[in-house]
């Protein structure tokens, strides 16, 4: 059957045939620490819109080190190491950082940049999207599970 989001790696699987609820590049300390990028492309879905085949198979630890007991676990392949998500302990929100998660970014356009911080003097983006300090204004977390 043909999803309309499928990423994972060979071992472990995910698709989402519902659209994403926000979609950002992020430029956070932790997501430059976590993935060694620059910036991020971020997606947000419902936390139940990521289904996964296998998630007894996921090695789950902290996304952010400085935080542990935050909500956001980073999903590793147990077998191969590929990440394969963000899970929020919450159950609001699954995240994917398509050019990581694979996932094809072609049909993810990120729609804004958030977390950007001029004190770490790197230049304000300049492509034409709204630029925040923080996730966009209108942003609306889901309930939990």
Same mark, same amino acid.
């Given at each position: ?31 430059? @620490?976590?993935? +060694?990028?620059? =910036? ?6 419902? &936390? ?7 998630? /007894? ?41 398509? @050019?990581?998660? +694979?996932?094809? =970014? ?6 804004? &940049? ?7 003097? /790197? ?23």
């Amino acid at each position: 059957m043909s999803h309309k989001y499928t990423g994972g790696c060979d071992h472990i699987h995910t698709h989402s045939d519902n659209d994403p609820i926000d979609n950002h590049t992020c430029h956070c300390s932790v997501c430059k @620490n976590v993935t +060694g990028q620059d =910036s991020t492309h971020v997606v947000f879905f419902n &936390h139940g819109d990521v289904v996964v085949d296998h998630p /007894e198979n996921l090695k789950r630890q902290p996304f952010n080190a400085n935080n542990p007991d935050g909500p956001l676990e980073l999903c590793t392949c147990g077998s191969c190491g590929t990440p394969i998500m963000l899970d929020d302990k919450e159950s609001r929100i699954r995240v994917i950082v398509p @050019n990581l998660m +694979g996932y094809t =970014s072609e049909n993810l356009a990120a729609s804004y &940049h958030a977390f950007y911080d001029p004190a770490t003097g /790197e230049p304000r983006p300049d492509d034409g999207r709204p630029v925040h300090e923080g996730l966009r204004p209108d942003f609306v977390w889901p309930a939990s599970a």
